[in-house]
């Protein structure tokens, strides 16, 4: 399963809670590959010191992620994506490849019109696709 944190807002949660999940996910004996998609590879970092063990991939472009993404997903039960800050293709690209799309947003009217942007997003990759990726707005 290809879960992708995404939304076009820098500085919701998206590289803190993907890589929570990844830490909650493998402590509970799941096999998890982090695919870091920002620039800023701050989920990356995070998670070479706080779980060593765990398969870290930097995904730099598109190109990468509707290449890689999927091949990923064939090598473990759960990767976990965590998408750039901004409207990108990189992020168009993972809600291409994405079984879930999680939307982290914080309760103000800037993030909540990110959101609006990123639902719209949302609903073109399931045009497209004809059905997921499922999405969930978190609030952070």
């Not at 982290?104 to 800037?110: N, Q, R, V």
């Not at 990726?133 to 609030?139: E, S």
């Amino acid at each position: 399963m290809i879960i992708a944190f995404v939304n076009s807002k820098g500085g919701v949660g998206k590289s803190t809670l993907a890589g929570s999940l990844v830490g909650w996910l493998r402590g509970n004996g799941r096999s998890v590959i982090l695919a870091d998609c920002d620039t800023q590879c701050s989920s990356s970092e995070w998670i070479r010191e706080a779980a060593p063990e765990v398969r870290v991939v930097r995904l730099s472009n598109s190109d990468e992620v509707l290449d890689e993404l999927p091949l990923l997903a064939s090598e473990s039960e759960f990767v976990i994506a965590d998408g750039p800050g901004s409207q990108t293709e990189t992020s168009r690209a993972l809600l291409l490849c994405a079984d879930l799309a999680v939307i982290p947003c914080k309760a103000s009217m800037m993030e909540a019109r990110a959101l609006s942007k990123n639902t719209s997003f949302v609903r073109q990759a399931q045009a497209i696709r004809k059905g997921p990726p499922d999405a969930i707005a978190v609030l952070s």
